[in-house]
């Protein structure tokens, strides 16, 4: 069983900045892809930013130049830096792992959440 911690969420100004970090624990054999999704109220769940295992990383449009992803493998943990933050960056943030077994297969495990709510 593997489980998912998100921590970092927070009430901030506009212009603010957060840090969130999810870190994985249990039967872990190798984590491919990391990544964050965030929903917006009234909206779908969207990507935000993925990481591959070879340190690739993947950016919303929305989020160049302000967010900044990045992993600890040793710790099997991500962290998403948040800056410049704007009102319409609200919303729960989700991290999302692809793991693999020794078999070599892969799941996705969703962290629980974080809330993130930027004031104007």
């Known amino acids: 069983q593997v489980h998912l911690v998100e921590s970092g969420g927070g009430l901030v100004q506009a212009g603010g900045s957060l840090r969130l970090s999810c870190a994985a624990s249990g039967s872990i054999f190798s984590i491919n892809a990391m990544g964050w999704y965030r929903q917006a109220p009234g909206k779908q769940r969207e990507l935000v930013v993925d990481?591959?295992?070879?340190?690739?990383?993947n950016y919303a449009d929305s989020v160049k130049g302000r967010f900044t992803i990045s992993r600890d493998n040793a710790k099997n943990t991500t962290y998403l830096q948040i800056n410049s933050l704007k009102p319409e960056d609200t919303g729960v943030y989700y991290c999302?792992?692809?793991?693999?077994?020794?078999?070599?297969?892969?799941?996705?495990?969703w962290g629980q959440g974080t809330q993130v709510t930027v004031s104007s």
């Open positions: 990481i591959t295992s070879d340190g690739t990383s």
């Open positions: 999302r792992f692809i793991i693999a077994t020794m078999s070599g297969r892969q799941y996705p495990y």
